[in-house]
């Protein structure tokens, strides 16, 4: 099992419109066969030293293995995304792990 976990910073000007179309593409991925689970999500209201609540989302996608990744990797959706969205980036972080 892949665990691919990508945090999102939105750039502040961002408006409300474009997040809710940054969220509604980013739910497209769910679509792409090789995601084994999918789960997207804002910060959860929990208040600790040791928790990042400053992103903006977070997408968290499974892949049976490191092929099913690389697939994901160079899907159309995922292109497609990428290709429309990268210019709200302010910061992204990913970690994979297996």
Known sequence: MIAHHVLFWLKADTTEEQKVAFRKSLETLEQI???????????????RAVVDITYTFSLLLLFEDMAGHDIYQVH???????????????????????
Not at 33 to 42: I, R, S
Not at 76 to 98: G, Q, R, S, T
């Open 33 to 47: 066969e090789v995601v084994k689970t999918f789960h997207l999500g804002t910060p959860a209201p929990i208040e």
């Open 76 to 98: 159309p959706l995922h292109k497609a995304f990428l290709d429309e969205f990268k210019i709200y980036f302010e910061k992204v972080i990913i970690y994979d792990a297996n």
